[in-house]
């Protein structure tokens, strides 16, 4: 009984032996897939009004165009402020997440990003002087973390249109604040233009109210056309600038969209969607790792509408070329 019970248990434990060895047999290793994490695109900014925005969509449409699609090859991460002084905050933030790009639209999410890090690169737009903004040292060939695109007003085209309007005139005069550090960017770089082809080129620079009005009898009453900046002292003596200017027949031509509605006869304006998508091409240039950000220079905005009061155009009598009355913005002073 004994030797029947010795052999049915060694039968028993020979099967769970044949069992286990059939087991590991059949059974396949389970692999193990890691899933590298998506590289993330961060977006900083104020809060985005207008011009913004669409250099916002026209950023994300360039990534798009490249091959980048939001969740499917990259995150996306956008972290819009309410005033400039959380700009820092957030760009700490950010720079804590590791991302592989940062866009800052606006000269002071862009300083915030370049104080944040010297190691992640930083695409901006909307700013108007890199140069003279710290951001970079030479447009040409920025150093470090930084390059973008600037949206400084098109100044040389508005010089271009001065010239295809009034082609007689024999000096253009510029009127503009001489303590505000864009308008004397923009006056200078209008001089650069008007000498470049030529035309006599006159600046008047005012610092008071009282200084304004005797700089503007100067301009219109040696000048033959007058272009004024867009700053807070020009826009204080605009009423008189054009009363004073309808009086001695003197076309004025303006650095924004503002002062033609206001009733400046023209200026040409910078497409904000066709900047934000250039940042975004050289955005796409970084993510593929094409060229280090000190290789690639910074843009300027190429893409220019004209602006007309159709109003004030039509007091003086003037009759536009065929291409830009077919293609520019027509206001009417409000």
Do not use: W
Not at 141 to 148: F, H, M, Q, W, Y
């Amino acid at each position: 009984m004994i030797k029947k019970a010795l052999l049915i248990f060694l039968v028993l434990l020979m099967s769970l032996s044949l069992f286990a060895c059939s087991s590991d047999e059949n059974t396949e290793p389970t692999e193990t897939t890691t899933v590298a994490p998506l590289p993330t695109v961060a977006v900083l900014s104020l809060e985005l009004d207008e011009n913004t925005q669409s250099a916002y969509d026209g950023f994300l449409t360039a990534l798009s165009s490249n091959g980048y699609t939001e969740n499917d090859n990259y995150t996306l991460v956008h972290k819009e402020c309410k005033a400039k002084k959380e700009l820092d905050k957030a760009a700490d933030a950010i720079v804590e997440e590791e991302p592989a790009l940062i866009y800052a639209i606006g000269t002071d999410a862009a300083k915030a990003a370049k104080k944040a890090t010297s190691t992640v690169p930083v695409v901006f737009s909307c700013v108007n002087d890199p140069v003279g903004s710290k951001l970079v040292k030479s447009c040409e060939k920025p150093e470090a973390n930084v390059t973008g695109v600037s949206d400084y007003s098109p100044v040389f085209e508005q010089i271009e249109l001065i010239d295809t309007l009034y082609p007689d005139a024999k000096r253009i005069g510029c009127l503009y604040n001489g303590a505000d550090e864009d308008s004397i960017f923009s006056a200078n770089l209008a001089n650069a233009e008007a000498v470049n082809r030529g035309i006599k080129f006159t600046l008047y620079s005012a610092l008071t109210e009282s200084d304004y009005s005797d700089e503007l009898d100067k301009a219109l009453e040696k000048c033959d056309v007058l272009y004024i900046t867009d700053d807070a002292l020009v826009k204080s003596g605009l009423e008189e600038t054009l009363k004073s200017a309808k009086k001695k027949k003197v076309p004025v031509f303006a650095e924004s969209t503002e002062l033609v509605e206001s009733g400046c006869l023209a200026t040409c304006i910078t497409d904000y969607e066709h900047i934000g998508y250039s940042a975004g091409e050289l955005g796409a240039i970084l993510l593929r790792s094409i060229k280090p950000v000190s290789d690639i220079p910074v843009e300027y905005a190429t893409d220019c509408t004209v602006v007309v009061n159709s109003k004030t155009q039509k007091s003086l009598k003037l009759t536009l070329p065929d291409d830009i009355e077919d293609t520019a913005l027509f206001v009417k002073t409000s």
